[in-house]
């Protein structure tokens, strides 16, 4: 059986897409992790110092932990499949592309990431805007804030832009490896065959 050329295209970009998606994920879990388990481990050590009472605050000291999963969830998901789609779909990276053009196709993917978080983070700022809105049929109308809508838009579009600014070198990076990797298989498997 013969594998039509779309379905063996589709399946060698999809390879490398994995590898740099999910690279970038634990690359950026791994910082999300550390910089949780900072901020936990700095509070334990100094919370209690600045507190009134001379006591740890728990509230406090769970807030790292919800500030976890709104990150993971709502920006290096977001962001990491973003990347994943551009390098399978929009920007495949190949072997045979040079260093400067897997850098710019990766700049690319980077930037299609963030405008998937971009996304995922206006939505769910338009939700917390209608969730606060107010009674829906005990007032007739909802109390709907247009200055609201926009600020979620406007922080959505600062966390798009960050995300890009912060993570484009790890993609970039990632992009590199994952291209010299695949090009350093394919010289071993090229030298076995010939040698």
Same mark, same amino acid.
């Given at each position: 059986?013969?594998?039509?050329?779309?379905?063996?295209?589709?399946?060698?970009?999809?390879?490398?897409?994995?590898?740099?998606?999910?690279?970038?994920?634990?690359?950026?879990?791994?910082?999300?992790?550390?910089?949780?388990?900072?901020?936990?481990?700095?509070?334990?050590?100094?919370?209690?110092?600045?507190?009134?009472?001379?006591?740890?605050?728990?509230?406090?000291?769970?807030?790292?932990? @919800?500030?976890? $999963?709104?990150?993971? /969830?709502?920006?290096?998901? %977001?962001?990491?499949?973003? +990347?994943? #789609?551009? *390098?399978?779909?929009?920007?495949?990276?190949?072997?045979?592309?040079?260093?400067?053009?897997?850098?710019?196709?990766?700049?690319a993917a980077s930037a299609v990431g963030a405008g998937l978080a971009f996304v995922v983070m206006a939505v769910y700022g338009g939700g917390s805007v209608l969730q606060s809105a107010g009674p829906w049929f005990g007032g007739s109308l909802p109390r709907f804030?247009?200055?609201?809508?926009?600020?979620?838009?406007?922080?959505? @579009?600062?966390? $798009?832009?960050?995300? /890009?600014?912060?993570?484009? %070198?790890?993609?970039?990076? +990632?992009? #590199?490896? *994952?291209?010299?990797?695949?090009?350093?298989?394919?010289?071993?498997?090229?030298?076995?065959?010939?040698?």
């Amino acid at each position: 059986m013969t594998q039509s050329l779309n379905e063996r295209m589709t399946r060698d970009r999809a390879r490398p897409a994995l590898r740099v998606g999910g690279g970038v994920a634990i690359v950026l879990v791994a910082q999300l992790v550390v910089s949780t388990v900072v901020s936990v481990v700095s509070y334990l050590g100094y919370g209690a110092v600045g507190s009134p009472t001379g006591a740890w605050d728990l509230q406090t000291l769970v807030s790292p932990f @919800l500030g976890f $999963g709104y990150s993971l /969830f709502g920006q290096i998901l %977001p962001f990491s499949i973003g +990347v994943l #789609i551009a *390098v399978w779909l929009l920007v495949p990276l190949a072997t045979h592309d040079g260093l400067v053009r897997v850098a710019l196709r990766s700049v690319a993917a980077s930037a299609v990431g963030a405008g998937l978080a971009f996304v995922v983070m206006a939505v769910y700022g338009g939700g917390s805007v209608l969730q606060s809105a107010g009674p829906w049929f005990g007032g007739s109308l909802p109390r709907f804030d247009g200055d609201s809508v926009l600020l979620a838009i406007t922080s959505a @579009l600062q966390n $798009g832009i960050m995300q /890009f600014v912060v993570n484009t %070198p790890v993609v970039v990076m +990632v992009g #590199i490896l *994952v291209t010299f990797l695949a090009t350093l298989g394919r010289r071993e498997a090229s030298s076995s065959v010939d040698g």
